[in-house]
């Protein structure tokens, strides 16, 4: 089991330009999350696929995010035209296919973006 | 919907001391809860969960969560800290598939 692994951990970008960042789950895991966490707070809820569904996205995803997850393993997130305001570091974690509540998410190491 | 208060951002301790972090929910549908440690510059670590049963959850490094429906809280508790336990800590409820996130709880540990 090698865990979620992101790439890159750092990220170091100029204003308005675009970033991408991968997460690789863990074998087998039908099911990925993508989290933002900003310094002080806790993470927060982007967007979340099954197999290659994207089922769900919050409102912190602007139109100048995309996340895709073309064969159901690992996934991109794309950020267009990055604002300071994106600076933050981004998670992903991954979840067993069983159905059953409660079944652990596991989380990467997160990527940090700078945007500057 | 779910969300999750954390009442202390910071909690200074001495080492050896016993320690609690405050963890308060809300949550219209089954509660799933969860513990989450961050070490500096890393991801998140599953401490311990509450899914069902025993309202005592023991999880690893020591740490152990009592869940209290009555006063909708799951305090994180430890007996006796140490150093490598610095780190922020994060309680968190499961929604229909995602979790949802308290703010954390900054843990210092002073020698």
């Known amino acids: 089991d090698t865990g979620v692994s992101q790439n890159p951990r750092h990220k170091i970008t100029k204003r308005g330009q675009n970033v991408t960042f991968r997460c690789d789950p863990i074998?087998?895991?039908?099911?990925l999350y993508w989290y933002r966490q900003t310094l002080g707070q806790g993470p927060e809820f982007l967007t979340y696929?099954?197999?290659?569904?994207?089922?769900?996205k919050s409102r912190l995803l602007s139109d100048r995010f995309s996340a895709e997850r073309p064969k159901g393993s690992f996934s991109t997130l794309e950020i267009q035209r990055t604002e300071q305001g994106d600076s933050a570091m981004y998670l992903c974690?991954?979840?067993?296919?069983?159905?059953?509540?409660?079944?652990?998410?596991?989380f990467g190491e997160g990527s940090w973006l700078t945007v500057v | 919907a779910q969300s999750v208060t954390q009442l202390d951002s910071q909690v200074p301790v001495f080492e050896e001391a016993p320690v609690e972090l405050r963890c308060n929910y809300s949550?219209?549908?089954?509660?799933?809860l969860f513990w989450y440690v961050q070490y500096p510059n890393q991801g998140l670590q599953l401490l311990l969960k509450y899914l069902s049963g025993s309202t005592l959850v023991k999880g690893i490094n020591g740490f152990e969560a009592e869940f209290n429906k009555s006063q909708t809280s799951f305090h994180l508790r430890k007996p006796s800290v140490h150093i490598s336990d610095t780190a922020e800590y994060f309680c968190a409820v499961q929604g229909a598939q995602k979790l949802v996130f308290g703010q954390g709880t900054r843990l210092t540990i002073n020698p």
């Open positions: 074998s087998e895991h039908n099911r």
């Open positions: 696929f099954q197999n290659e569904a994207q089922l769900e």
């Open positions: 949550s219209s549908v089954s509660v799933y």
């Open positions: 974690a991954s979840r067993p296919n069983d159905p059953k509540p409660g079944n652990t998410i596991y």
